[in-house]
């Protein structure tokens, strides 16, 4: 039993010390960019390209996040309606504060209205965040600056001072010619190693002209489904106003 002990503790220990070189082999440092009018110019370029304008008077958005966030999205009233599993908030944004439904039955008991709504805001901070990040280039609180990249091009670094669930985050874009999002690189809190990727592609195109990037590849492809813009709930499918029995 000692001997067998032994040589589980060997494979274990092992296993960790494999873990810690590929963490440092994989690690990248992040790049120290140039902040500045070319920075702020390249940002605008991005903006540009996803036809930022359109994405600022589009109403109503809606989309799936892996398959098991299902959003709809009032910009105008900045009001989301979130769904999992057999869960609904009706969330005000603004507030983080608004509604719970389990299997369409309203909660009222205030312990349990709370988890749910801290876990649909927590959802949103995330996935709405993927579903437009290069929408935010320019948010209060974002610093901006210009990368060399090795193939030679300019990459767009975007850090978060501040806002969402993890403030201080960094995201190295990679842009095609037009400065459409081609790929990012991650320094964020949540990942234990720094400049890991992700792709930005599938772009789709929503009725009311803003562009929007459907798949994200890389160790884990993520998906995003459903993806509509219009000005109005009917445009979206939607019998009425999700909202009309938000509580004031």
């Known amino acids: 039993m000692k001997k067998a002990l032994k040589w589980i503790g060997i494979v274990v220990g092992a296993l960790i010390a494999l873990v810690v070189i590929s963490g440092v082999i994989l690690n990248k440092k992040k790049p120290t960019g140039k902040s500045g009018p070319e920075a702020d110019a390249l940002a605008k370029k991005v903006l540009t390209a996803i036809n930022y304008p359109a994405w600022d008077t589009t109403r109503v958005l809606t989309w799936t996040f892996m398959g098991n966030h299902h959003y709809v999205w009032d910009k105008n009233r900045n009001y989301a309606q979130i769904k999992w599993g057999k869960n609904e908030v009706l969330l005000k944004l603004d ?78 874009y990679k842009l095609d010619e037009n400065g459409l999002p081609v790929s990012w690189q991650m320094w964020v809190k949540i990942l234990p190693i720094g400049g890991i990727g992700n792709t930005w592609e599938g772009w789709v195109t929503t009725k009311t002209g803003a562009k929007i990037s459907s798949v994200h590849d890389s160790a884990v492809r993520m998906e995003i489904k459903n993806i509509q813009g219009v000005m109005t709930f009917e445009e979206a499918g939607l019998k009425g106003d999700p909202f009309i029995d938000l509580r004031p």
């Open 95 to 172: 507030q983080v504060a608004g509604d719970a439904f389990v299997d369409g039955v309203r909660v009222d008991d205030g312990k349990q209205k709370q988890k749910l709504i801290s876990k649909a805001w927590s959802f949103w901070c995330n996935d709405s965040f993927w579903f437009n990040a290069p929408s935010k280039v320019f948010d209060e609180g974002t610093q901006r600056s210009i990368v060399d990249m090795d193939d030679g091009s300019k990459g767009l670094m975007i850090t978060y001072s501040s806002g969402g669930v993890t403030p201080g985050d960094s995201y190295l």
